[in-house]
C-alpha cells in the first residue's frame, strides 16, 4: 500500500508524494530542498520523479535531486526539459512496482502543448482503491490552467476528457488556487448551492491552514465554471457581459478570458 502526500513548494505549489516506509516518488518537484526534508524526515529513499509539464515550477528542483538520487524521471521529453530519461505518450503505461501502481498517461494540451496527466483507473476488485489524476496545471480545484501554448479549444477538449473520469477520481492539482477560483466561479454563477457549499468548506480548511485538495472529478463537475459551460446561468451571466457566441466552446473561451483579469 501506498500514501500520496502534499509536499508544498515554492509559493503555492504541491509536489505530490507517493509513498510507503522505505520509497517516495514525487510528481513535478519544482524544488529540491523541500523534498529532501521530507524524505530525511520521513526515513525516504526517492526512487522516482514524474512530471506533467516543463513549466520551471514543475522540474525547477530535478537537477539537484538527481545529484542525490540517480532516479528516472517520467514525462514528455521536450528541448526545454532535458532531465526526461524515460519519454511518455497518450496511452503508455507507467508501472511504479514498490507502491503496487501502474499509471496510464493521458495527453492534455492547452495549458503547454506536451502537457500530460498520470491516471491510476479504480480497482473494482479493492473496495478502497479510487482512481488517481495528477493532472499538473491543467484542471484546478474550482478552475483551470491557463492557455500559454495550443488553442482554447484544446484546453477545453483535454478538460472535457478529464470530466469524463469516474465520479470518485481524487484530482491532485499541482497548486493552491482552489480559494481564488470559487471566487470567480461565484461571479460565473451565484446561484449553484454546491458552490457555495464548497467555499464555506474552503474557507474553514484555509483558516485552518489545512489544504483544500485533492478534489474529485463529482466535485469539480459540480462546482467548476469550466466543467459547466452549458449551465444556463453561466451562459446568462456572460451574455451580460457581451458574449453572442454561447456555444460550449464560445462559453469556455469567454470565461477563461474573463478569468485572465478577474
Ligand atoms: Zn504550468
Excluded at 38 to 53: E, K, M, P, R, Y
Excluded at 113 to 139: M, T, W
Excluded at 160 to 182: F, G, I, K, S
Aim: net charge neutral; aromatic share 8%.
Amino acid at each position: 500500500m501506498f500514501k500520496i502526500t502534499a509536499i508544498p513548494a515554492l509559493q503555492d505549489n504541491y509536489i505530490w508524494a507517493i509513498h510507503d516506509s522505505k520509497l517516495a516518488a514525487v510528481v513535478d518537484p519544482g524544488e529540491a530542498a523541500p523534498v529532501l526534508k521530507f524524505l530525511g524526515n520521513h526515513g525516504l529513499q526517492l526512487n522516482a520523479i514524474l512530471c506533467t509539464h516543463r513549466h520551471g515550477d514543475h522540474i525547477g528542483g530535478i537537477a539537484e535531486l538527481r545529484k542525490v538520487y540517480n532516479v528516472p524521471v517520467y514525462g514528455r521529453r521536450h528541448p526545454n526539459n532535458p532531465h526526461i530519461t524515460h519519454d511518455l505518450r497518450e496511452g503508455d503505461s507507467l508501472k511504479l512496482d514498490p507502491f503496487g501502481i501502474e499509471f496510464v498517461i493521458l495527453e492534455i494540451p492547452g495549458h503547454l502543448n506536451d502537457h500530460i496527466a498520470y491516471r491510476v483507473p479504480g480497482q473494482k476488485s479493492l473496495v478502497l482503491a479510487p482512481e488517481i489524476l495528477f493532472c499538473g496545471d491543467v484542471l484546478f480545484g474550482g478552475g483551470c490552467g491557463r492557455n500559454f501554448e495550443g488553442s482554447l479549444a484544446q484546453l477545453h477538449h483535454s478538460l472535457q476528457r478529464l470530466a469524463q473520469l469516474p465520479d470518485n477520481t481524487r484530482v491532485y492539482c499541482a497548486h493552491e488556487y482552489t480559494a481564488a477560483n470559487l471566487r470567480f466561479g461565484l461571479a460565473c454563477e451565484p446561484d449553484n448551492p454546491a458552490l457555495q457549499q464548497r467555499i464555506t468548506a474552503t474557507q474553514q480548511l484555509r483558516a485552518a491552514n489545512q489544504i483544500t485538495l485533492p478534489s474529485t472529478i463529482a466535485l469539480e463537475k459540480a462546482t467548476n465554471p469550466f466543467l459547466r459551460c452549458t449551465q444556463p446561468e453561466i451562459i446568462r451571466t456572460l451574455q451580460q457581459r457581451g458574449l453572442a457566441d454561447t456555444s460550449e466552446l464560445g462559453v469556455f473561451s469567454a470565461m477563461r478570458e474573463w478569468k485572465n483579469h478577474f
